[in-house]
């Protein structure tokens, strides 16, 4: 038996905490989770062009949505004429795409 409000361990047959009269349970109940999360990201666009990075990145702001650039470093896009990948949360993937559709991109 465990007190669920300081965690003390009872044997069988005790009921009440004895130092502060909580109610003993079975189980303690798991330890939250306090790791951060793996978030999961989908690719949902990607340009070369720094004006459309800017701009996309101004909306997606205001709409308070997630997102990640991967690889916007303006050397790498010149240098190798490489696309940045816009990613965004899994979860926010349907209405990112949306945003991007009213605004013409996809
Ligand atoms: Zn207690």
Redesign the pocket.
């Known amino acids: 038996m465990f007190?669920p409000?300081?965690g003390?361990e009872y044997k069988e047959g005790f009921y009440k905490?004895s130092?502060?009269?909580?109610d003993l349970i079975d189980q303690l109940p798991p330890e939250p989770d306090n790791e951060v999360s793996y978030v999961e990201l989908v690719e949902i666009y990607s340009t070369y062009r720094q004006s459309d990075i800017a701009f996309i990145k101004s909306v997606l702001d205001g709409e308070g949505i997630t997102y990640f650039f991967e690889g916007e470093s303006s050397i790498m896009l010149v240098a190798g004429g490489a696309y940045a990948r816009l990613l965004v949360k899994a979860e926010e993937a349907d209405r990112a795409k949306e945003i991007l559709r009213e605004l013409g991109f996809l």
């Open positions: 007190c409000k300081c003390s905490c130092d502060c009269g909580t």
